[in-house]
């Protein structure tokens, strides 16, 4: 059976729901990634319900996938700092009750670092953040970003993936997100071994959690931890295996999302290329 190739970029929230809408259909996607609020602080702009109507219109006629909407970098749920907590906590809950006006939307999220605490306590205030924002009435699914290992960042494992979401009440609420980028920067062999990792993380977490695909290049070798992105086809990664993921068979399903150091411009190049690898039988 074939898969609907949903293919999109990370895109300017400025123009609102609509405006991002537009920008998607001008550079031939069909689903974006944004920022709930600025990625560098806390401001987000306030809903306009006549915005997101005219964007569900939008999404509707074109057949758009899930927006993905990425949280805020300044978040840490398991800083050792308890006002970072709480301010993760309370920028997370907002996110979440706003996204209840935009239908199929999913949250992204980095599970954060742990600053030396040990990645057994991050974990643990990861699932209390969580436990504490997640209500049964909530419509959008919560994503955890696989990571590159950086510093103390909790989630570049599979098993560490798989300790959160075990740690939460809401598990039904709960998937993943994989990023090219970050799994390989972690050491896990997507280049030479993508099936085996694809195994791995079903073992650990189950391939029924993966919702979303970052495609992403990388300007590091492989098990550098340091989470640098590149524009497809000129880091470490390759056309070759990004083209592998987006026809995979356990992911050509997957609504897939660039995050390469690009303009417009750029994006609508990546996007073309991708669309003319992608293979017919996967859609």
Sequence with gaps: MKNKFYIGCHLSSSGGYTGMARDAL???????QYFTRNPRGGAAKEMDPADVAEYIEIAKKNDFG?????ASYTINPCSKDLRVRE????????????????PG????FHPGSHVGQGVDDGITLICGVLNA??????????LLETMSGKGSEVGSRFEELARIIDGVELKDKMGVCMDTCHMSDAGYDIIGDLD???????????????????????KNPPASHKDRHEKLGEGTLGIELLSSVINHPKLCHLPFYL?????????????????????????
């Design 26 to 32: 001008s550079i031939g996607a069909n689903v974006f």
């Design 66 to 70: 899930p927006p993905l909407a990425h």
């Design 87 to 102: 301010f993760a906590l309370e920028t997370m809950a907002d996110d979440m009750e706003r996204l209840q006006l935009v």
């Design 105 to 108: 939307a999913m949250y992204n």
């Design 133 to 142: 924002i997640l209500k049964p009435e909530h419509k959008t699914l919560v």
């Design 196 to 218: 085996g990792v694809l195994d791995e993380f079903n073992q650990i977490v189950g391939l029924y959690r993966l919702k979303a695909m970052h495609v992403n290049d990388s």
């Design 259 to 283: 995050e390469t150091p690009n303009e417009l411009d750029g994006y609508a190049a990546e996007i073309a290329l991708l669309k003319n690898l992608r293979k017919q039988e996967c859609g």
